[in-house]
T-cell receptor, first 114, second 116 residues
């Protein structure tokens, strides 16, 4: 099946710094990618929809200036958490859509902000 | 707005036995997709099974099958011959069909424990 690579798998950063997370579709072109956030023992909450070559669409309550999304190519989307604070600590997961209405997930990134 | 409800926060099953996980959803759409995803301790989301609403036949994938009741808006997952590797969090999810909307709405999940 299709593979979505997410990097890094975990990251620790200091409060106030920015962190970039990459999501790549390895064997298919993904015109649309999605970014989710998951708190411990909770469900996935959609943060934003990333469309190649256009601005991301953010869900209500998600700060677009805090969570910058770039989808510059058909195989890569990035999420940058700017000026991270401890409350941004969470598990972030991306997913990518292939041409057959199927979604494939990355392996996730655990962000810990000290 | 669409909602997905999983009423069982936790379930347990004996190895080799059968277990059914419940899911109900609310939508005004007539065509849509329903999914069950598995999230093991590695936290990788794995697609277990997919059902298209316009298909009356219940989807099956080896030991996994669904009972899709469109009128009742119910979409339960049956796991037969449960194995230790089936232990995971299971999420039911909904997606509108067609157009440019590929947004998944997830339920809160059911934690499945498989006892040896």
């Amino acid at each position: 099946g299709a593979v979505v690579s997410q990097h890094p798998s975990w990251v620790i950063c200091k409060s106030g710094t920015s962190v970039k997370i990459e999501c790549r579709s390895l064997d298919f072109q993904a015109t649309t990618m999605f970014w989710y956030r998951q708190f411990p023992k909770q469900s996935l909450m959609l943060m934003a929809t990333s469309n190649e070559g256009s601005k991301a669409t953010y869900e209500q309550g998600v700060e677009k200036d805090k969570f910058l999304i770039n989808h510059a190519s058909l195989t890569l989307s990035t999420l940058t958490v700017t000026s991270a604070h401890p409350e941004d600590s969470s598990f972030y997961i991306c997913s990518a859509r292939d041409g057959l209405e199927k979604l494939f997930f990355g392996s996730g990134t655990q962000l810990s902000v000290l | 707005a669409q909602t997905v409800t999983q009423s069982q926060p936790e379930m347990s099953v004996q190895e080799a036995e059968t277990v059914t996980l419940s899911c109900t959803y609310d939508t005004s759409e007539s065509d849509y997709y329903l999914f069950w995803y598995k999230q093991p301790p590695s936290r990788q989301m794995i697609l277990v099974i997919r059902q298209e609403a316009y298909k009356q036949q219940n989807a099956t994938e080896n030991r996994f099958s669904v009972n899709f009741q469109k009128a009742a808006k119910s979409f339960s997952l049956k796991i037969s011959d449960s194995q230790l590797g089936d232990a995971a969090m299971y999420f039911c999810a909904y997606k509108k069909s067609g157009g440019s909307n590929y947004k998944l709405t997830f339920g809160k999940g059911t934690l499945l424990t498989v006892n040896p």
